[in-house]
């Protein structure tokens, strides 16, 4: 029921906005592609417990690329995120006894099976796009920063979200958000978890 009270309630905005023409140069004249590296180094010494400490590197490769839209009233664009985290430096194996440091839940990396982090771990995702007049509604996976709910970039790799939004500028000094975001991909994750209250 929620599912098609949410879904009703976005179509019946949009067939309430004004209608209007946008300028746009086209789907890939307006594009950017950016190519980011990021080195981090996390030490998580837990003094007064009997955990071994966190002590690790990695380095990161981000890529982005954020198409324009195809001309005409309604436009539609593709964005595409490529992340990939190497470890160059991660302790023992999580559980080993009398370990000085070793990774664990709050590491950077997702743990093999044997309790060590991984070399390394990537993600290749795509988000779809619409535009009518200055309405944008996207589907895939999204990084929101809105005072609700900000996706989490405090580890090698930013936390994603993946769900739908529209963002409508169409009246000038107000901007309307609204969405459904269902499942969360974790910063040192590959796969992504339902979300829940």
């Known amino acids: 029921?929620?599912?098609?009270?949410?879904?009703?309630?976005?179509?019946?905005?949009?067939?309430?906005?004004?209608?209007?023409?946008?300028?746009?140069?086209?789907?890939?004249?307006?594009?950017?592609?950016?190519?980011?590296?990021?080195?981090?180094?996390?030490n998580q010494d837990d003094r007064n417990s009997d955990r071994p400490r966190i002590d690790?590197?990695?380095?990161?490769?981000?890529?982005?690329?954020?198409?324009?839209?195809t001309e005409g009233f309604v436009g539609f664009g593709l964005d595409v995120i490529a992340q990939e985290g190497v470890r160059l430096d991660g302790g023992g194996r999580a559980g080993k006894a009398g370990a000085e440091r070793a990774p664990g839940a709050g590491s950077?990396?997702?743990?093999?099976?044997?309790?060590?982090?991984?070399?390394?771990?990537?993600r290749l995702n795509a988000t779809g796009k619409?535009?009518?007049?200055?309405?944008?509604?996207?589907?895939?996976?999204?990084?929101?920063?809105?005072?609700?709910l900000k996706s989490n970039d405090g580890r090698?790799?930013?936390?994603?979200f993946h769900g739908a939004q529209v963002t409508s500028n169409e009246f000038s000094n107000l901007t309307f958000v609204?969405?459904?975001?269902?499942?969360?991909?974790?910063?040192n994750s590959t796969d992504s978890q339902a979300l829940f209250i």
Do not use: W
Not at 56 to 69: D, V
Not at 130 to 148: D, Q
């Open 178 to 187: 609204g969405g459904r975001l269902e499942h969360s991909t974790e910063r």
């Open 56 to 69: 690790e590197t990695g380095q990161a490769f981000l890529f982005e690329y954020k198409s324009g839209f």
């Open 130 to 148: 619409m535009r009518i007049s200055k309405t944008i509604a996207e589907v895939g996976v999204l990084r929101p920063s809105l005072p609700i």
């Open 156 to 160: 090698l790799l930013p936390q994603l």
């Open 108 to 122: 950077m990396f997702p743990l093999k099976s044997n309790g060590k982090s991984q070399e390394d771990y990537g």
């Open 1 to 42: 029921m929620n599912k098609r009270l949410s879904g009703g309630l976005t179509l019946s905005c949009l067939s309430l906005l004004p209608l209007g023409q946008v300028d746009a140069a086209g789907f890939i004249e307006d594009s950017k592609a950016t190519l980011g590296f990021r080195t981090f180094y996390m």
